[in-house]
């Protein structure tokens, strides 16, 4: 059966069917109903994907139409919009309103977005059901020690993500006190991203951990053995394969926050009253197999929080010189961070920071 | 052509606004399409552009090794999109 999408509006000049089909084009099917009894007898019987449904209807109010798709068994799988919205109503229960005046090109663009997700997901969704399972189960736990805590945020853009992150704290000895990590940002979002992170997880846990192992002396050598690898894996293929990452030991003992970026934002360090911001500037993995990676240091005197973050969430807090948000669009790629609390001990105490 | 425009040999690229995933598509056929009518040199000009994802730097990567790196520039790049570029080690495109 060809997927398809339901509009329950008057639409006089046919311009919301218009615009549906062309950017449907061979996707979907558009189907329409100019009132909200007819609009919910085709949904009954196209039981289509996405609905589309205006506020100004002929027979039934469109608030009204939405709750009633939304209560049904079919409903509740299916993406409803209410559009030309001037006024809330209680009981609304469309997954999307759409204010009037109506900003078309953004009405569209939303559309096809929210379409595409459901219908690569309907496509797919067992597959998608084991690979979300597989995310979920590399993802960290929170840590919760006396000179720290570490904690996250995951949210994929699209169900499946092209990030992934790791730390992990071996028991400390006499001579070695660290807290070992990696966050990194695959190119794009779905089950084509997920097999890449899946194996940038890999590769950045097994080399991270001949550093633990005194194998590698420093971070810039396991940057550079994962972008090697990247090259081995991906030889045959024309597509670069690109992967911004950072890894990073926190050393409890030396009081220092070593790290090596490869295309990786800025890392953001609280102080008490200051937000620091390191900019870094290196090539991703996958861009050349010459590049040099350099592992830096920062001292942690007076440290309170570490945040390290793909683009995702460090794009959000940009803004121009007004102060204003920069970006025309609320969330558009996975968000992921990892958060080091450095909890203040007695000066007395050896292990202290 | 929506993104490309071919200058004899040289083959100008300008996206305006969101250079994302979701257009690549669209511009690798219009890349394609002026290899195939000569092309060996590219140019990015993003006077236009506002932003910039891991997909769009993929993809210009990708041209870059195509037309080797003495072929391949930028230009105009300004606000998030310079910001990217800086991040990721990519300055000396700008020319």
Redesign the interface.
């Known amino acids: 059966m060809i997927p398809s999408l339901l509009l329950v509006s008057e639409d006089p000049q046919d311009f919301l069917k218009k615009g549906l089909r062309e950017i449907m084009e061979d996707t979907a099917q558009v189907i329409t109903s100019g009132s909200g009894l007819e609009g919910l007898l085709k949904f009954q019987e196209t039981s289509p994907m996405l609905v589309i449904v205006d506020s100004d209807l002929p027979d039934i109010c469109g608030a009204s139409i939405t709750s009633i798709i939304k209560d049904t068994p079919e409903g509740r799988k299916t993406i409803v919009y209410l559009i030309n919205v001037r006024s809330l109503l209680l009981n609304v229960k469309a997954d999307r309103l759409i204010s009037a005046p109506i900003n078309y090109e953004v009405l569209f663009e939303q559309v096809h977005?929210d379409f595409e997700r459901k219908l690569f997901y309907h496509t797919r969704s067992a597959e998608v059901e084991q690979a979300i399972s597989n995310q979920q189960g590399m993802l960290p736990s929170k840590l919760k020690h006396d000179n720290f805590e570490v904690d996250f945020l995951y949210s994929p853009y699209n169900t499946l993500s092209?990030d992934g992150m790791f730390y992990w704290y071996p028991p400390p000895t006499d001579t070695k006190n660290v807290l070992y990590g990696f966050l990194f940002?695959?190119?794009?979002?779905d089950l084509s991203s997920y097999g890449q992170a899946g194996m940038v997880w890999v590769t950045l846990r097994h080399q991270l951990d001949f550093l633990q192992k005194d194998i590698y002396s420093n971070l810039a050598m396991v940057l550079d053995s994962v972008n090697k690898d990247t090259f081995r894996f991906y030889c045959n293929s024309?597509?670069?394969?690109?992967t911004?990452v950072i890894v990073f030991c926190v050393d409890f003992l030396k009081k220092e926050l070593r790290f090596a970026p490869a295309?990786?934002?800025?890392i953001l360090i609280k102080k008490e009253n200051t937000l620091k911001r390191i900019?870094?500037?290196?090539?991703?993995i996958g861009?050349s197999e010459d590049t040099e990676y350099e592992e830096k240091s920062v001292p942690l005197e007076n440290v309170k929080e570490i945040i390290f973050s793909t683009?995702g969430l460090s794009?959000l807090f940009?803004c121009?010189q007004e102060g204003r948000f920069?970006?025309?669009?609320a969330k558009?790629?996975d968000v992921s961070a990892i958060f080091i609390k450095l909890k203040d001990k007695n000066p007395s105490t050896m292990d202290g920071i | 052509m929506k993104y490309v425009t071919v200058d004899g040999d040289t083959m100008i690229l300008s996206v305006p606004?969101?250079y994302?995933?979701?257009i690549t598509k669209a511009i690798d056929y219009e890349v394609q399409t002026a290899y195939q009518n000569g092309c060996t040199k590219a140019v990015i000009d993003f006077n236009d552009t506002?932003?910039m994802?891991?997909?769009s730097?993929?993809q210009l990567?990708?041209i870059y090794?195509q037309v080797n790196k003495e072929n391949f520039s930028a230009k105009n790049a300004k606000?998030?999109v310079l910001?990217?570029l800086?991040?990721?080690?990519?300055?000396n495109w700008l020319r």
């Open positions: 977005q092209g940002d695959c190119t794009g979002h024309d597509e670069p394969q690109l911004s295309g990786a934002p800025e900019q870094t500037s290196s090539h991703p861009f683009d794009e940009l121009n920069v970006l025309h669009e558009h790629d | 606004g969101n994302k995933f979701s506002t932003t994802d891991s997909a730097l993929r990567t990708k090794r606000g998030l910001a990217v800086k991040q990721n080690n990519l300055e």
